[in-house]
């Protein structure tokens, strides 16, 4: 009886808890769209303006000049994150570029919530952490660029979110191969993320871990086997 009556009276201040952090999420939402709401590059022709070119290239929804094709050819950059902005209209539009890309920043934002919580945050102290890394200089003034950040860290966090519940059940694996095969497919830099994670699978050797070993660093092996041969 005891129990009962503790648990109706906790139920409300959980429910607080949860409107209080949505809105919280629904506020920086707004403000992350209203701030980046641009139809510029948000750089004097850089990393954006070759994603923005290579997106041209792959974009089913219209031709592509000459440029376009010449950048994506000589693009030291992975594919995914241009093939996002191209197929849902980013190419054509700079404006949809950056909402596409703000997406990305926001599911940034619940991924690092949710890896947090996995990790064994409270509720108030993972949603005060990700509050202050959307609040960082740095992020939100990535955030008006059209770069592949946003896309990787996304990758990379639900790598990481998958891995801390891998305990409860091996199919995270799964997830946090595919998440890690993504990363390196959007950044480079997501190499070395594949090789953390290899060697964390020959470490802990769950089930199926060479498979998984595969599924991790195949797509980035045969991108590089592609780019050799092109």
Known sequence: MIDVLSREKLMPAVRWSVLLQVAGFVVIAAVYLTWTWSRGLGDFGGDSAVYVLTARYFSPWS??????????????????YP??????????STLVAHVITTVFWLLVFLSLYFWLRAEGFTSWLAALVTLLFATLRGTYFEAQTLHSEAAYLLAALVALAAVASAEKSGRWYVIAAVA?????????????????????????????YKSLSLISALPFLLWNLFCRAS
């Open 180 to 208: 890690v095969a993504t990363s390196s497919l959007i950044r480079s830099a997501g190499l070395s993320l594949v090789a953390a994670f290899v060697l964390f699978l020959l470490w802990r050797r769950p089930r199926y």
């Open 83 to 92: 093939l996002f902005l191209a197929i849902f209209g980013g190419a054509e």
């Open 63 to 80: 031709e592509y000049p000459d440029v376009a094709a010449y950048y994506a050819s000589h693009s030291p950059y992975p594919p995914l």
